[in-house]
């Protein structure tokens, strides 16, 4: 999976039905205590289950940067609606979704909470906020 194959490729390759691959995913999944790939992927790497090299070329810039790596700090509290944001996007929710569970009024309100949160935890991204958020175990 951190090659970046899909379920399908990963049953071909294992040969195996794509349900069987699936139930076999979720069971890691629930092993592992994680909800999605990034999550796996993190997890697998952190408990040496996997090596580096396992990694798809784009995506270990994502999981092995220095930079991702460095001590989480807040600069100033988060409020209650960027915490809640932080959550669902922890758990795999789009954006869309986010919109509409905190009643957000659009795109250029996320864009501006987005842009708080990162400031406030020192991140580029939302993916490293989340991380950052959960080393200082705000969620």
């Known amino acids: 999976l951190a090659s970046g194959i899909t379920y399908?490729?990963?049953?071909?390759m294992l040969g195996v039905s794509y349900?069987?691959?699936?139930?076999?995913?979720?069971?890691?999944?629930?092993?592992l205590q994680v909800?999605?790939?990034?999550?796996?992927?993190l997890k697998a790497l952190n408990l040496k289950l996997i090596d580096s090299?396992?990694?798809?070329?784009?995506?270990?810039?994502?999981?092995?940067?220095?930079?991702?790596?460095?001590?989480?700090v807040l600069l100033e509290p988060l409020t209650a609606e960027e915490i809640k944001f932080l959550k669902l996007a922890s758990?795999?929710?789009?954006?869309?979704?986010?919109?509409?569970?905190?009643?957000?009024?659009g795109i250029y309100h996320t864009r501006v909470l987005k842009a708080s949160i990162c400031y406030k935890l020192q991140a580029k991204n939302i993916?490293?906020?989340v991380k950052?958020?959960?080393v200082l175990e705000i969620i």
């Open 53 to 72: 090299r396992n990694i798809k070329p784009k995506f270990r810039k994502r999981f092995l940067s220095h930079e991702a790596d460095r001590q989480a």
């Open 35 to 41: 909800s999605n790939r990034n999550e796996l992927i």
């Open 127 to 129: 993916t490293q906020a």
């Open 8 to 12: 399908k490729e990963a049953a071909q």
């Open 19 to 31: 349900n069987t691959a699936k139930t076999r995913i979720k069971t890691l999944y629930a092993k």
């Open 91 to 105: 758990s795999g929710t789009n954006i869309k979704n986010i919109i509409e569970l905190l009643s957000l009024s």
């Open 132 to 134: 950052f958020a959960r």
